[in-house]
């Protein structure tokens, strides 16, 4: 398990867009398995991922309202995507494409974690959400999440009425 916090570096990773950066957690979000892959890209070795919330590799660009809507979602068994910007153990950062899935206990259903994969995202997406998702961070500090979620819902209206969170983190891939 890793504990320090890096300071962001404004540089970032390309990924290969052969690989998958895999994970899967227990009910909390507590890293239990993850691929080399993921090792290489953020730096860490597997013996400090797993054992380590996953937050581990959060930015500090992300806004708070993207993690709230996700674990609404995931926690009531929905698989979704979203797009992220993580962090690396050295500080500098890499945009992932993030399909979520449940995993279930094959008796009783009951959700006993997540699994995640993640692929390279395009420039396009990059550029729309970079700003965005900055502007929702400095909201959140003024307006708290709820601000943060009224500016997000008003930047979707921008792509037409029938794009809503719940649409975004659906079909994502549809929308760009
Ligand atoms: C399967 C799974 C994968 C996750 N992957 C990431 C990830 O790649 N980056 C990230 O910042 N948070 C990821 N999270 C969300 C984190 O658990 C956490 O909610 C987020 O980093 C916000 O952390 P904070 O609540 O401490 O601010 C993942 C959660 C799950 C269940």
């Keep these: 398990m890793a504990t320090e916090k890096p300071t962001p570096v404004d540089k970032e990773i390309e990924l290969d ?21 993921f090792a290489e890209i953020s730096g860490y070795t597997k013996d400090e991922l797993i054992g380590s919330p996953h937050n581990i590799v959060r930015h500090p660009d992300m806004p708070k309202i993207i993690f709230k ?3 609404e979602r995931i926690k009531n068994g929905h698989n ?7 962090m690396a153990k ?3 950062y ?8 449940i995993i279930r206990d094959i008796n009783t259903k009951e959700i006993k974690g997540y699994r995640a994969y993640r ?3 395009s420039p396009h997406i990059k550029r729309v959400l970079d700003p965005l998702y900055k502007r929702l961070v400095e909201i959140e500090k003024s ?3 709820e601000g943060s979620k009224k500016a997000l819902e008003e930047f979707l209206k921008e792509g ?12 994502i891939h549809r929308f760009y």
Aim: charged share 30%; net charge negative; proline share 0%.
């Design 143 to 145: 307006d708290g999440v």
């Design 160 to 171: 037409g009425e029938h794009v809503t969170i719940d649409n975004l983190m659906e079909e």
């Design 90 to 92: 050295d500080g500098r």
């Design 69 to 71: 809507e996700l674990w």
């Design 17 to 37: 867009n052969t690989k998958y950066i895999e994970s899967e957690t227990d009910i909390h979000g507590n890293i239990t398995d993850c691929n080399d892959y």
């Design 80 to 86: 979704i995507t979203a797009v992220i910007k993580n």
């Design 119 to 121: 692929k390279m995202v």
């Design 94 to 101: 890499y945009w992932v494409f993030t399909h979520f899935e």
